[in-house]
């Protein structure tokens, strides 16, 4: 039967020696490793589900009043989009579990692709010649941040309006261009054309997915063809790859990781509830309500647009550069411009142009790690500070003080923890020294012991 | 009738599940190690995960079916995802027990490949000697790659206007009524202090960000409005856009009353950001991120005791731009 089969395949396009290749294609074992592969099989559950929602979902801003089994909204003016999904939460059965794990599933997607952003930059997986392979991934973590935020932003329900209006205010105050851009993707200032509505459903549901389907697949033939790095060992270095093979040893591993993910997700669609937005009710432009928050992934972002006291770059009469600039651009560009130049800064600062296939811990390189755990101290503090909303109604501290002791921890923490995490690093390879001195030292003395013992 | 009985039998047993020996050919030598220990336990672990698991997910379509199962979204979810995690278990088991996984280990691939590397420039190189005015044909190249690239991306100049114009307009003219949300003219009279109100101008499209107004009334005493503003209010009643000048979204929290010492004075708090505004300073920044004021509206009551604008905003309305705030809203 197998037989069979691989001759069909073979006789048609002659790829049995490439079959074989790939069956006893090899796979570094390590924990971290899989981190990569739980996001892609959150994107195969993203598609799938988010395929089902397509055949529901209403993409017009069309203002409908709304009549359906959910009582507290009866008689109330909505966007025809907004109408589709409280149907498909409510009348459209299965609809909520899908829609819920869809939600879920953007969630886990990008925390995994941001774990495994941490292993790849903290263990150096990212030099020669897999250079190229973090620009297209850090690529992708950029399109998939915008397609969640498009994805939220065309439900169209109070959370949503508000995130989308966000957006055009951080893209108004774009240098130069901000007002005419945003006049132009809107079709007009907030809330925009009709047409809006349809622009952010297509370039939601085809052109963000595309392109993150045409990188991921470039990603993964990259990978494959310069195959995994791994961390050294007896066996393993910089010329031999020691690992597991596709077949049979890794296949039910990654089947079974896929399915674990795919099973947890739909759990959470099914017993955790998120995003309610039968709750939030639609938006108008003249509303808005007290401690919304964005998903996770966004939390940085606001975060940053709070922080930043009044200033407007003025230049007599004129507003030049706007609030919004400071934290909802200049900000993330700095921290996505890090993440697409580390690669060459490293190189240029310690003059490594070779060739790497073996990982390193981070305490290796405590420069790096350094480096890495202040953007990141740096980014975390400025996400939490985008909480100091709900810090003020949980603990009662003043929302002002806590966001001017944000303004100035912003700058110092993220330095001390650098050169505190770069300490570290240097004290636990000294510490190693130490003791593998100390062992050889200890077998040395045995040694002689035990020829003294004999001579005598 | 013989043949019927094979059957019967290759069924039966086929049922009963006698494992299978391995089929190996003896005369070729293996491909993976010796075979690992057999392991029925782990093996038996699996296929019970299987059929667990194909029971949970044959419990989905019983769920949709049957009306009146309550909690339904619970149970799919537990439906599909148990089902998917008995499959994960069962493979996981296999692959921890059941499967060789023996590591094994080669060569990475070559770093480079010199020889095509020449072989590819060189067949460039020699496939261009035909040129004699080389750097004309690449200019000709370039500007045809990039006319073309002009022509193909003009048509989306179509997606909207990127006139700036557009943003400064307002429907507010002097004389226009104040409207709540249903259509309903605001009266001076019913405007009371300690709480705010969402008004528009009558007849005009609600979801324009020039058009809804957060008023409230201060008591005239403690007005300190800035010297162009005087005037702007109607007996201590105040009246600024709703949308906030930093990103956007509508104001809706009204600090009052407030609480000595910490909160000092009524303001108007946007809650996305947290930009705070004084109601009775022109609608001036306080606290937060917005970089402008709150455009005010001249307010006047008429003889039938309605709120009416007096003219227009006194500076743009939403979040800014670059070269905002020297203009004033068209009139």
Redesign the interface.
């Known amino acids: 039967m197998i037989r069979r089969v691989v001759r069909y395949l073979d006789e048609r396009s002659g790829t049995a020696p490439f079959i074989k290749k790939t069956l ?1 294609y ?1 796979f570094p ?1 390590h924990w971290s490793f899989l981190l990569g592969e739980v996001a892609l099989y959150c994107f195969i559950v993203l598609v799938a589900t988010g395929t089902y929602l397509t055949f529901f979902f209403v993409d017009s801003s069309h203002q409908v009043v709304y009549h359906g089994p959910y009582t507290p909204l009866e008689d109330q003016h909505m966007s025809e989009a907004y109408r589709s999904v409280l149907d498909i939460s409510t009348t459209v ?2 609809g ?2 899908i829609r ?2 869809h939600h879920w599933a953007a969630n886990v997607f990008l925390a995994a692709i941001i774990l495994h952003l941490f292993r790849v930059f903290f263990t150096g997986a990212f030099r020669k ?1 897999r250079d190229l392979t973090w620009l297209i991934g850090v690529t992708m973590l950029i399109l998939a941040l915008l397609e969640a935020y498009v994805g939220y932003s065309m439900v169209d329900d109070l959370m949503s309006g ?1 995130g989308l ?2 957006g ?3 893209g ?9 851009i ?12 009709e047409v809006l509505l349809s622009r952010l459903y297509v370039v939601h549901v085809f052109l963000f997915p595309a392109l993150i389907a045409v990188l991921l697949t470039a990603h993964l033939v990259l990978v494959a ?3 995994h790095t791994q961390f050294p060992g007896v ?1 393993q270095s ?8 596709t077949f ?2 890794q ?3 990654s ?6 993910t ?10 955790v509830q998120i995003n309610p937005i039968w709750l939030w009710g639609p938006f ?9 928050q964005p998903d996770w992934y966004l939390g940085w972002l ?1 975060g940053a ?8 770059f ?1 230049v ?9 600039f400071w ?2 651009v200049l900000f993330p560009s700095l921290v996505i411009g890090f993440l697409y130049f580390w690669p060459w800064v490293e190189r240029r600062l310690t003059g490594d142009q070779a ?1 790497h ?1 073996l990982l390193e811990r981070p305490r290796d390189n405590p420069l790096r790690t350094g480096v890495g755990v202040g953007m990141v101290t740096w980014v975390v503090l400025v996400f939490v500070a985008g909480s100091s ?1 709900r810090v003020n109604v949980l603990f009662n501290l ?3 003080k806590q ?1 001017w002791v944000y303004r100035v921890a912003v700058f110092v923490v993220p330095v001390v923890f650098g050169l505190v995490a770069a300490r570290v690093c240097r004290e636990l390879v000294r510490g190693e020294r130490v003791e593998e001195q100390r062992q050889l030292a200890e077998t040395e003395a045995r040694l002689e012991f035990a020829s003294r013992l004999d001579q005598a | 009738m013989s043949r019927g009985r094979d059957l019967l039998v290759s069924g039966l047993v086929l049922l009963a599940g006698r494992r299978r020996g391995l089929r190996v050919r003896p005369a070729e030598p293996r491909i993976l190690e010796e075979p690992p220990e057999r392991n029925p336990r782990a093996e038996s672990a699996a296929i019970v995960c299987l059929f667990l698991g194909a029971l949970c997910a044959a419990a989905f379509p019983v769920v949709y079916f049957v009306g009146a199962v309550p909690a339904k979204t619970q149970l799919f979810g537990l439906s599909l995802g148990l089902a998917l995690l008995f499959v994960a278990a069962a493979l996981v088991i296999v692959s921890q027990t059941v499967v060789p996984t023996e590591e094994s280990e080669h060569d990475y691939p070559p770093r480079e490949h010199v020889e095509e590397q020449e072989y590819v420039e060189q067949l460039v190189e020699e496939s261009g000697q035909g040129f004699t005015r080389r750097r004309l044909f690449k200019l000709g190249l370039v500007s045809a790659g990039g006319a073309l690239g002009v022509a193909a991306l003009t048509p989306a100049i179509s997606f909207g206007p990127l006139r700036v114009r557009d943003f400064y307009g307002t429907p507010w003219r002097k004389g226009r009524r104040l409207v709540d949300e249903n259509g309903k003219p605001l009266r001076a009279a019913d405007i009371e202090q300690k709480t705010f109100y969402t008004a528009f101008p009558e007849g005009a499209d609600q979801e324009e960000q020039g058009s809804p107004l957060v008023v409230v009334r201060l008591e005239p005493s403690t007005l300190r409005l800035p010297p162009k503003l005087h005037g702007y209010d109607a007996n201590g009643i105040v009246a600024y856009s709703k949308i906030c000048t930093h990103a956007g979204c509508a104001i809706s929290l009204y600090r009052v009353p407030t609480f000595a010492p910490t909160e000092p004075r009524p303001a108007l708090v946007c809650p996305c950001h947290y930009s705070t505004f004084d109601p009775a300073d022109g609608g001036s920044v306080t606290f937060g991120p917005a970089g402008r004021a709150l455009p005010m509206l001249p307010l006047e009551i008429d003889r039938d005791g309605n709120l009416r604008a007096r003219g227009n905003f006194d500076g743009p309305v939403g979040p800014s731009w670059w070269g905002v705030r020297e203009r004033r809203p068209s009139p």
Do not use: C
């Open positions: 006893r090899l074992d059965k299965a909520l579990l819920q794990t010649p508000m209006v966000i055009y205010g951080v108004l105050s774009i240098p130069f261009v901000g007002a005419n945003m006049g132009w993707l809107f079709h007009g200032p907030f809330p925009g054309g063809l310069r195959h066996r910089e010329r031999r790859v020691v690992g597991v093979p049979p040893g296949t039910p591993r089947l079974g990781l896929m399915f674990a795919a099973g947890v997700l739909f759990l959470l669609g099914g017993l108008h432009t003249y509303t808005s309500t007290n401690g919304a606001i647009l709070r922080l930043v006291p009044g200033w407007d003025v007599g009469h004129y507003t030049l550069v706007p609030n919004p934290g909802g060739f296939n909303d003043a929302y002002d966001i």
